[in-house]
């Protein structure tokens, strides 16, 4: 089994540092900059395992791209044009939860947002929290577009973690047989 | 189709309106009221754009119009993250291409578009073109190259500066020898420089040929005096300024 993360690549980290230190990025170069990250780690951490046979676990995929820049006003097709490259997954699921439980999470982290993680860059809102409210309600609606478009798998992420990974783990053993069937 | 249907009419834009997005574009973006205008100059490496691209300039600016220069990989943004990365031996094709995109957006945005909204003449050393007909040689999806580059915005005009791969090797060892990138040694063809030079530059110029028509590239024989070239542009931008445009006073 291999993990892989959003946003990892050595390669890519030095101009999302800078991007992001200086709040230089645009909703395109944060569209690309990602890519480029996501086509990096494909070609080192995504393909040689399943080459090798292994079950890959990716922390966010492509969909993450398609949710986040539309909701910073990239284009909707453009961008899935953009991730043509990407392998498909085998299954792909997706933790749901309601604006509020999100913001409620959020703020119970107690750690301060950062400003590309509240959509400060879109200048919706001076307030981190607020910018956060509107930027996920906008994040939310694209994935909800998502799950029918791709087939996403959804487990209502409302519940506790031991229930979330109950259902979880029926997806994947019920997806694993499937294949080896 | 005639010789004469093709490249002057249709403009350089491969039938996009010039100053519009090729394709899906920057929907944040508003591009209304924008006069100022983009000239690229195309064509591979050694033929000379840059020095071209000089003495444009200081015409133009006597002239009275607002002039900025812009060129490959030059973003702020990205330009360490390239440099890293061809000095690295990590890159892909697929984040190579990508990579250039990005350095094309972060431009695009900051420098080009305000620009063009102040009223400016934007010369542009290389365009997306080179990001395509550097993909084409290393297999990267033609469609899929296109697509990505709809957000750019389509030139007023693209002059291409033509030469044969022979009369470009002497040239560039002239200058100041041939470098590995190229050669296209990532490509990997062989180990002498001058062959892989050579075979690289062959295919990027079939590349360039290609997309001639497709985007009506003005074309211009390379090979002739730095003079003769220069009054060539000059006589077809003039011309094109004098039927679109006088000088504009740049907005603050």
Not at chain 1, 71 to 87: E, K, N, T
Request: aromatic share 10%.
């Amino acid at each position: 089994m291999f993990v892989t993360d959003w946003n990892s690549s050595v390669l890519v980290k030095a101009a999302t540092k800078t991007g992001k230190k200086k709040n230089a990025l645009t909703p395109m170069t944060f569209s690309l900059l990602h890519a480029t990250d996501f086509a990096d780690r494909q070609l080192y951490n995504i393909i040689p395992p399943l080459k090798a046979g292994m079950i890959v676990l990716a922390d966010r995929y492509a969909y993450t791209a398609f949710a986040r820049d539309v909701a910073r006003g990239v284009d909707r097709q453009w961008v899935r044009d953009l991730y043509s490259f990407a392998v498909r997954p085998n299954l792909a699921v997706y933790f749901r939860v309601p604006i509020e439980v999100s913001v409620e999470r959020l703020l119970a982290r107690r750690v301060k947002l950062k400003f590309y993680e509240a959509g400060m860059d879109m200048g919706w809102s001076t307030n981190p929290t607020e910018s956060f409210r509107i930027f996920q309600t906008k994040v939310l609606a694209e994935y909800d577009r998502i799950v029918d478009e791709h087939d996403l798998m959804v487990v209502d992420a409302r519940g506790s973690i031991t229930e979330q990974q109950r259902v979880f783990r029926a997806l994947v053993s019920e997806n694993l047989e499937k294949l080896r069937g | 189709m005639s010789p004469d249907d093709i490249a002057p009419d249709r403009g350089a834009h491969g039938g996009v309106t010039p100053g519009r997005s090729f394709g899906h574009g920057l929907p944040y973006l508003s591009l209304e009221d924008c006069p100022g205008k983009i000239i690229a100059i195309e064509g591979t490496d050694g033929v000379g754009r840059s020095t071209q691209i000089r003495l444009l300039r200081e015409w133009l600016e006597v002239r009275g119009y607002g002039v900025i220069e812009t060129g490959w990989t030059r973003s702020p943004l990205m330009q360490p993250t390239i440099e890293l990365a061809k000095s690295s031996n990590t890159l892909n094709k697929l984040t190579f291409v990508l990579l250039y995109a990005c350095d094309f957006a972060d431009r695009l945005e900051k420098e080009i578009i305000p620009a063009l909204k102040a009223g400016f003449i934007v010369l542009a050393d290389r365009y997306i073109y080179t990001a395509i007909a550097r993909a084409g040689v290393r297999s990267v999806d033609s469609q899929w190259i296109r697509r990505l580059y709809g957000f750019a915005i389509a030139p007023h005009l693209v002059f291409y500066l033509k030469i044969d791969a022979d009369a470009l090797a002497r040239r560039v060892l002239e200058a100041s020898g041939i470098s590995y990138w190229e050669a296209g040694m990532d490509m990997k063809s062989g180990d002498d420089i001058y062959d892989s030079f050579r075979t690289y530059q062959r295919q990027l110029l079939r590349e360039y040929a290609a997309m001639s028509d497709e985007f009506g590239f003005r074309v211009i024989d390379g090979r002739k005096s730095i003079k003769n070239i220069q009054d060539e542009l000059r006589r077809q931008i003039g011309e094109f300024l004098e039927e679109t445009s006088a000088p504009a006073t740049p907005r603050a």
